[in-house]
Structure formats: C-alpha cells, structure tokens
C-alpha cells in the first residue's frame, strides 16, 4: 500500500485518539470548575456536555479538513515528516481550545463574583482638622 495511504490512517487514528482522550479528560476535571464559575451543579454539567460537544466538532472537524496533503510522500519517513507536522497541528489546535475556554470561563468567573461582593465604603468627604500638638515636620 502507498506510504501516504498508511500515513493517513495513522493520522486519523492518533488525532481521533488524541481528541476523545482531552475531551474526556477536560470533562472530567474541568466539571469542578465549572461548578464554581456557574455555582450551580445542575448548569455546570450542562454546559460540560456542550463544550465536550463543541469541542468534539471543531477539532474533529478541523482534523478532518487538514487530513489531505498535497506534498509527494513517496517514503516512510516523508511520510512520518508530514504525520508529525500534521499532528503537532492538531495539538496546538487542541491546546489553544482548552487556553481560550479556560480564559472566557476565568472572565466570567471573576465577573460573577465581583457583582457578589458588597459595594466598597464611600471615600472620604473631607481632611481632618490640624492639631496643634503634634506639629507638622519642620522643611529645611
């Protein structure tokens, strides 16, 4: 078989493999979170089994549309040159998925309990009179 044939199927096997295991893992984990950025369980694993969703069809769908190579793989190791490149692709994708939920969710995170903390004292209305016993510091 072509080596770009084999280098396509391993490529959808790591990247499909590489997918349900973050997306799995970021499940798991990431519920905890989100419990405290919504402060409601019930939200919170809504929401969960929305970004796994979301999650599933962006990056699935970008693994998808990025699998076809238009380079001339005619070895093994061409062909693991364009696999790794590709892959390393998918990770990043990957990673900058789970930074940027994790960046939103942390804004709104700190929104929500901004808008819990009581309003801050006024500020002062006015200076304390001088007294006369404690003079100010003479200037040279």
Not at 88 to 116: M, T
């Amino acid at each position: 078989m072509d080596p770009k044939v084999w280098m396509y199927l391993a490529y959808l096997a790591v990247s499909v493999g590489l997918t349900v295991w973050v997306a799995t893992t970021l499940s798991r984990n990431g519920l905890v979170f989100l419990a405290d950025v919504f402060a409601d369980e019930k939200l919170a694993r809504a929401i969960n089994q929305l970004l796994v969703m979301g999650f599933y069809l962006l990056n699935l769908g970008y693994v998808t549309v990025t699998m076809r190579s238009t380079q001339t793989i005619t070895d093994t190791s061409e062909a693991l040159e364009t696999l790794s490149s590709k892959v390393g692709l998918v990770l990043l994708v990957l990673g900058v998925l789970h930074f940027l939920n994790v960046f939103f969710l942390g804004r709104y995170r700190r929104g929500r309990l901004r808008q819990q903390q009581p309003a801050p004292p006024l500020p002062p209305a006015g200076r304390l009179p001088f007294h006369p016993q404690n003079p100010p510091p003479a200037r040279a």
